[in-house]
């Protein structure tokens, strides 16, 4: 019987590794896409804090213009249909959202979009501010 020390061996390709690394590049791109997209929103003249941080990327930003009335992303809402919005969300609890007031709004009607916020079941809500 006849004996090979060194037997010649077909050289693989492994599919799978190469697989997991195009999926992982795949959500690395898109997860880089979805922030590079800009949020729709209106001009505002927001107060200056010295104390402003940087929030995380919000799911909704609501503005509130000088007479008073709330923007979504372009759409105009009444305190309900605004309440309606976020309570349709899913899970309210877990919603983001930040507010932005012009620095001529009263302070009543923000206090109204926070409460229709807290009702709807949104409990981390951010203030914009400009930085000072």
Known sequence: MERRYFEQRKGRVEIIPMI???LFLLV???M???QMIPDKGLNLQLPASSQAKLLPHPH???NIEK???VAVKGQHY???GLRQLLTRDGNPGKTQITIAADKAVPFQDFVHVMDACQKAGVSDIGIAAKPH
Do not use: S, W
Request: proline share 0%; net charge negative; no cysteine.
């Open 28 to 30: 690395f791109f898109i």
């Open 20 to 22: 997991d690394i195009m």
């Open 67 to 69: 007479d008073g009335t």
């Open 78 to 80: 009444d305190l309900a």
């Open 32 to 34: 880089i896409t979805l």
């Open 60 to 62: 909704y930003t609501i």
